[in-house]
């Protein structure tokens, strides 16, 4: 057995936190992954620098920030050939590595994953039923369940892998669910009861004191498209009434896809147990951002918003991290790839902006930690109508701003947005309703937050300036 652990990381696509009954959701419950809580550690503040699912996964591989990796929306593909990625500096390092699911970041020979020993990825968003998939540059079309399929797939890999070997893995598991249209497997179909979910507190928000850019977006949840929602709202029913019911249709589906990645996590747990391999894995599940659902009465993600900007991760390594441990410190989407790099013995190169998160996870964060955290969202309103932002977050407040908007921005004469500014004590306002940029009680708060801004944007080089 190797010294050096294998490396198991589960990631979802679009799963909140307050999604897992182990993050206290009241809207489901996700056994096996609160497995991972009970055996490991559960973070409570861990962060993605862009709420996209391209970006984010970008950052995650790279270490860096999306105006480094120049992976900065959902129409940017990763430029495979570049050599900081933590898969290729573990596959370098004697890791067999392999990515199996969702990968999200282009479909041509450029941008297709390279550093991994057996790559079979999803096209683009992939299909929830009988989906194609790329496996090591050969197309196939498979029959089934997807994140089933996802999970099969992982299993065989190791069960390929040569029984006498001491080289670890590092396998990395993407799941499509529970991205929309929210399509759930046929056990799941009646899981929940459409109706009963519990609200969110700020479901009807009416976004008084907050900016324009945040009152013109269009991913109100009454607003979402049909082909997610499934079925037309009851006729005669009241703006408020819509919202209600767009709410319960959503969350209904969406908890149901859930279930099947649930699953799959509680498939992977037991097969390292079977196999002897849970000892000497370190498992992480993870989400590659937050979710509004029905929080501020919206769905998707994108804003800086706690619901959107907050990602769960739990970590199990028996030994070195804490069975049922709780750890509060930051973890950023760019501190996983040096995290894994720090497992693997592997020398963090230079360009990488993240910093380990090894001592985060048992608990022994150094005394320096990073106790604020820089976001920037570059993807223009068209789609979704969130004008672009870029915000600072420390453990009390949160300030962000969203840029100016011409018609020449967006393409669209109606739309013109003044650049404006958002700022929310966090412990007063958890919620993040109440908007006090401007106010005479938080004055200095309000410089304090500008120059930590300043100071995270030089630091990550960011030209960007207020």
């Known amino acids: 057995m190797s010294s050096r652990p294998n490396i198991l990381y589960i990631m979802s696509d679009d799963h909140a936190a307050h999604a897992i009954s182990s993050y206290g959701s009241q809207i489901n419950h996700t056994p096996n992954i609160d497995r991972l809580a009970e055996e490991g550690v559960r973070l409570t503040n861990a962060f993605c620098t862009n709420a996209l699912c391209?970006?984010?996964?970008?950052?995650i591989l790279t270490g860096q920030y999306s105006h480094v990796n120049e992976v900065k929306t959902l129409d940017d593909k990763i430029e495979s050939s570049r050599p900081i990625q933590s898969?290729?500096?573990?596959?370098?390092?004697?890791?067999?590595?392999?990515?199996?699911?969702?990968?999200?970041?282009?479909?041509?020979?450029?941008?297709?994953?390279?550093?991994?020993?057996?790559?079979?990825?999803?096209?683009?968003?992939?299909?929830?039923?009988?989906?194609?998939?790329?496996?090591?540059?050969?197309?196939?079309?498979?029959?089934?369940?997807?994140?089933?399929?996802?999970?099969?797939?992982?299993?065989?890999?190791?069960?390929?892998?040569?029984?006498?070997?001491?080289?670890?893995?590092?396998?990395?598991?993407?799941?499509?669910?529970?991205?929309?249209?929210?399509?759930?497997?046929?056990?799941?179909?009646?899981?929940?009861?459409?109706?009963?979910?519990?609200?969110?507190?700020?479901?009807?928000?009416d976004y008084d004191t907050r900016s324009e850019a945040v009152k013109m977006t269009s991913i109100r949840i009454e607003d979402t498209r049909k082909p997610n929602l499934k079925f037309d709202p009851p006729e005669g029913i009241?703006?408020?009434?819509?919202?209600?019911?767009?709410?319960?249709?959503?969350?209904?589906?969406?908890?149901?896809?859930?279930?099947?990645?649930?699953?799959?996590?509680?498939?992977?747990?037991?097969?390292?147990?079977?196999?002897?391999?849970?000892?000497?894995?370190?498992?992480?599940?993870?989400?590659?951002?937050?979710?509004?659902?029905?929080?501020?009465?919206?769905?998707?993600?994108?804003?800086?918003?706690?619901?959107?900007?907050?990602?769960?991760?739990?970590?199990?390594?028996?030994?070195?991290?804490?069975?049922?441990?709780?750890?509060?410190?930051?973890?950023?989407?760019?501190?996983?790839?040096?995290?894994?790099?720090?497992?693997?013995?592997?020398?963090?190169?230079?360009?990488?902006?993240?910093?380990?998160?090894?001592k985060v996870l048992s608990n022994d964060a150094p005394d320096d930690w990073q106790t604020s955290m820089y976001y920037r969202y570059w993807m223009n309103t068209i789609g979704h109508l969130v004008i672009p932002n870029y915000g600072v977050r420390n453990e009390r407040y949160k300030l962000i701003h969203y840029y100016g908007v011409t018609p020449e921005d967006t393409g669209d004469p109606s739309i013109t947005i003044e650049a404006e500014w958002e700022l929310y004590d966090l412990e007063q306002d958890p919620r993040e309703m109440n908007n006090v940029y401007g106010s005479a009680d938080y004055v200095k708060v309000q410089a304090i937050m500008l120059a930590e801004l300043d100071r995270l944007q030089a630091k990550y080089k960011d030209g960007t300036r207020h």
């Open 54 to 59: 391209t970006p984010s996964r970008a950052s």
């Open 87 to 205: 898969q290729k500096l573990l596959k370098k390092s004697g890791y067999e590595t392999a990515i199996i699911g969702k990968w999200h970041l282009g479909n041509d020979e450029p941008s297709n994953p390279q550093g991994f020993d057996y790559w079979n990825i999803l096209p683009g968003q992939g299909d929830y039923y009988d989906p194609m998939m790329i496996e090591n540059g050969v197309n196939q079309q498979l029959e089934g369940y997807v994140t089933d399929l996802i999970t099969d797939i992982a299993v065989d890999w190791l069960d390929s892998r040569d029984k006498d070997t001491e080289d670890p893995f590092f396998l990395m598991v993407h799941h499509k669910a529970p991205h929309s249209s929210w399509i759930p497997a046929k056990r799941h179909e009646n899981l929940g009861i459409e109706g009963e979910f519990p609200e969110p507190d700020t479901l009807m928000d």
């Open 238 to 358: 009241t703006k408020d009434e819509k919202r209600k019911w767009a709410y319960q249709r959503y969350i209904t589906d969406y908890t149901r896809t859930i279930q099947a990645v649930d699953d799959s996590v509680g498939t992977l747990l037991d097969y390292l147990d079977e196999h002897g391999l849970s000892e000497n894995t370190l498992v992480v599940y993870t989400s590659d951002q937050g979710m509004f659902l029905g929080d501020h009465g919206w769905h998707d993600k994108r804003f800086m918003y706690e619901e959107s900007l907050r990602m769960p991760f739990l970590a199990r390594l028996p030994g070195e991290i804490e069975a049922g441990s709780i750890a509060t410190d930051m973890l950023l989407n760019i501190d996983f790839a040096p995290t894994f790099m720090d497992y693997a013995d592997v020398d963090v190169p230079n360009e990488v902006q993240g910093t380990s998160g090894r």
